[in-house]
């Protein structure tokens, strides 16, 4: 299937990235924002996802230069896992913000994460040229701690009560990583 590997804008291993798409919308994509476990630890499933909605918000992302939206495809089969992003892309600060949802669960905890992680870091740095990249992440997410951790981010900060969720205020942990911090692998 050329066609389908020639479409990713990024490729690694096991995974291959490519803009996020309407056609993703006909897919499981509008559920794992509804799914609460999914969205167990983010500031999604306060409010019903629509389709409409979803739709409306991949023709707002699409030409822009402050943020770049992957859908993640697993390669052998070509199934749309999750999204991986950088947003809040500041050419003047050289910065920018990683954010993922991986909603197929049954993909969780095998690494799939943590590779395309790598390929929009490698992207970030080496290709935008940016110097720092930076996520924030609830208190109670252990997964995205360890995964920071993994991809060698340091907790900055954390940002006291700042998401509310469930009826219970968390801490947002902050995470940061300079480009000469990363090590690739």
Same mark, same amino acid.
């Given at each position: 299937?050329?066609e389908?590997?020639?479409?990713?804008?990024l490729?690694?291993?096991?995974?291959?990235?490519?803009?996020?798409c309407?056609?993703?919308?006909?897919? @499981?994509?509008?559920?794992w924002?509804?799914?609460?476990?999914?969205?167990?630890? @983010?500031?999604?499933?306060r409010f019903?996802?629509? /389709?409409? /909605?979803?739709c409306?918000?991949?023709d707002s992302?699409?030409?822009?230069?402050?943020?770049?939206?992957?859908?993640?495809?697993?390669?052998?089969n070509?199934?749309?896992?999750?999204?991986?992003?950088?947003?809040?892309? @500041?050419?003047?600060?050289?910065?920018? /913000?990683?954010?993922?949802?991986?909603?197929?669960?049954?993909?969780?905890?095998?690494?799939?994460?943590s590779?395309?992680?790598?390929?929009?870091?490698?992207?970030?740095?080496?290709?935008?040229?940016l110097?720092?990249?930076?996520?924030g992440?609830?208190?109670?997410?252990?997964?995205?701690?360890?995964?920071?951790?993994?991809?060698?981010?340091?907790?900055?900060?954390v940002?006291r009560?700042?998401?509310?969720?469930?009826?219970?205020f968390?801490?947002?942990?902050?995470?940061?990583?300079?480009?000469?911090?990363?090590?690739?692998?």
């Open positions: 299937m050329s389908e590997k020639d479409m990713y804008f490729e690694g291993v096991n995974i291959g990235l490519r803009l996020l309407k056609r993703d919308l006909a897919g @499981n994509y509008s559920e924002l509804n799914d609460e476990k999914v969205c167990a630890y @983010n500031s999604h499933h019903v996802m629509s /389709e409409e /909605e979803l409306q918000y991949i992302i699409q030409g822009r230069k402050d943020m770049l939206v992957f859908a993640i495809d697993v390669r052998e070509h199934k749309h896992i999750g999204n991986i992003s950088l947003q809040c892309i @500041n050419y003047i600060d050289s910065s920018a /913000e990683i954010a993922f949802l991986l909603g197929e669960r049954e993909y969780w905890g095998k690494g799939y994460a590779e395309a992680a790598r390929l929009v870091i490698n992207h970030a740095f080496f290709q935008l040229g110097k720092r990249i930076y996520f992440t609830s208190e109670k997410n252990i997964g995205m701690q360890q995964l920071g951790e993994k991809l060698h981010f340091l907790r900055e900060g940002r009560k700042a998401l509310y969720k469930d009826g219970v968390w801490d947002i942990y902050e995470y940061g990583l300079l480009k000469e911090e990363w090590r690739d692998g």
